[in-house]
């Protein structure tokens, strides 16, 4: 099972000097999460964002704005913005995913199939009736029971993204506290 997403037929992986799209400011604005006053969801140290390709339902990133490629470089204070943040978008996904967790990860060096080299978080709900779980997102499908099978079906439509998940997301935060 996976979530189809006509966006990724467009996607390519970052190559060796090319430059970084996460630490491009125009590309950024354009991914941005907004309040409803109209501000950006970002602090000091971090932004949230939609994913522009996204992989799942709801999927959005958290991105450091210094340009950080692995864990233990952050400082203590962009580690209090980046806690902080991720308090906002979990209020706003729950908001608007009613009944949701939240799945937080990262892929971290190279042996991890990250698509890019700035660090950067995946923040996306876990709705009740959601097949998919933790890893199986990221396509490592595992049984949880002793001599099950695991059987994968396809695909799961996504029905928010780009600028409907930036919108709809925009009057979910009206119900979060900054």
Known sequence: MYHYSPFRD?????????ACVFC???QMQKQAIFYPDGTTVENKHYRWIIN???KFEGHTLLIPK???EDLGFETKEELADKEELIRIATCALRELYKGAGIEFFAQIGEASARSRRHLHFHIVPAQPDDPLRSFEKLGHYYPTKPNEEKVVIFPIEIKLAKEKLQDALRRALKNCPR
Do not use: L, Q, V
Request: hydrophobic share 15%; no cysteine.
């Open 66 to 68: 210094r340009h950080i």
């Open 24 to 26: 491009d400011e125009k």
């Open 52 to 54: 522009a390709f996204p």
């Open 10 to 18: 467009n996607y390519t992986k970052e190559k060796p000097n090319e």
